[in-house]
């Protein structure tokens, strides 16, 4: 599993260069040592392993990775402008008001920002749906009765 962060390539009047819109790219890993030993190496070698992702280890990939290389990387944003985190409707995110993210966002100036959960065109086709179904009091594809 992977953290990456992009935004909208723009052109950066204030330093006269085009912003590609990159943020990052950061995996959720740990290592561990290996509990057995094989044909290419000993038991207690270190090894990569693929990381379990809760609201915990999501938090402090947000603020040691993501709040950093926002400063960094988009200027404008530290000065006053809005920073919009868009998560996908996954259980491990955090909440809109979660304190420590917003206490690491303001240690770093980052003080107008956004946590929305969702992308826009599922809450869209959710909607759609839902309208449908009211519509004709069902699911909008009945089975058909067969024929005698």
């Not at 990052?24 to 044909?39: H, K, L, N, T, Y």
């Not at 938090?59 to 996908?88: F, T, Y």
Request: glycine share 8%; net charge positive; proline share 7%.
């Amino acid at each position: 599993m992977m953290l990456a962060a992009v935004v909208r390539p723009r052109w950066n009047a204030a330093s006269g260069s085009y912003f590609d819109g990159k943020l990052g790219i950061w995996p959720f890993i740990v290592q561990e040592p290996a509990v057995r030993s094989s044909s290419r190496r000993p038991a207690g070698t270190m090894i990569t392993k693929e990381g379990r992702v809760n609201k915990g280890t999501y938090r402090k990939m947000l603020i040691q990775h993501l709040l950093p290389a926002v400063r960094e990387r988009w200027p404008s944003v530290c000065n006053g402008g809005l920073l919009r985190v868009q998560q996908d409707n996954a259980p491990a995110h955090i909440s809109p008001m979660d304190t420590q993210f917003v206490a690491a966002a303001a240690e770093l100036g980052l003080t107008r920002f956004k946590l929305a959960r969702g992308s826009g065109r599922r809450a869209a086709s959710k909607s759609w749906s839902r309208r449908s179904r009211q519509r004709t009091g069902s699911c909008p594809l009945q089975p058909s009765t067969p024929r005698s």
